[in-house]
């Protein structure tokens, strides 16, 4: 005998990593057998967020444990992405010193989380995957009581650390940034911060660098800012 099916289902509600909150007035076509269940998820929202697309795949179901797989692109206001990714579940903007109250812009965004059916799972056996394109970014006193605004950057991110470069303004000034984070234990730093621009007299006043007048005018300037763990220089 074999058992399988495929099913389709309207305006469902879909818990994909507890307690974060679940996917909601979901459309999805499925298909099972006795060793895996997979369904294509065509629409969903969370809150602000809609899913434009997604795969929820769970294997081994004729063996004792299970693996589940689900993932998807997603699109979204700035500011739910940031309070998404702050949830207690996750803690990252938290972690990035950002509030997503203070941010602006839209982010297109593909993730993926792969962990095993446990029902006392643990964050440490999440395997997480984001991948993003912010464009029109804002940040209000992103660093040092500056302002981010017009930026188009790219994200990505594990639990192991994240990666956001591209151009912005950085209090008005045009930069290219390179922001890379270590989340895990015995990292080399903790935080490192990049950016690369030319920058003008009255814009090194204004954080307090004022050159004048041993000299004036706009210079290619490159500004490094490095984060280490306790303990260690």
Known sequence: EELGGTFKARDLTVHYLRPMPPIEHGAATATFDAKQFAAKIEAGDIGKIKIRQG?????????????????GD?????RDALALLDHER??????????????????ATHVQFDFP??????????AIGVTATMKDVGLQKAMFEQDVTEGNLELALTQ????????????????????LENFYDGAPFEQQIRAVGNVNAQQRAAFGYDT???????SLTHLAYISYPVGRR
């Open 212 to 218: 004048r007048p041993f000299f004036d005018g706009p």
């Open 117 to 126: 059916a446990e029902k006392d799972l643990t964050f440490d056996k999440v």
């Open 90 to 107: 996750l803690g990252y903007t938290a972690k990035l010193g950002l509030k997503p109250g203070d941010a602006s812009g839209n982010v």
């Open 74 to 78: 997603i699109a979204s206001p700035m």
């Open 160 to 179: 192991n650390g994240m990666r956001i470069s591209g151009p912005l303004k950085f209090g008005g000034i045009p930069l290219d940034l390179q922001w």
């Open 55 to 71: 795969d929820l795949l769970i294997t081994g179901l004729d063996q004792e444990d299970q693996l589940i797989s689900v993932g």
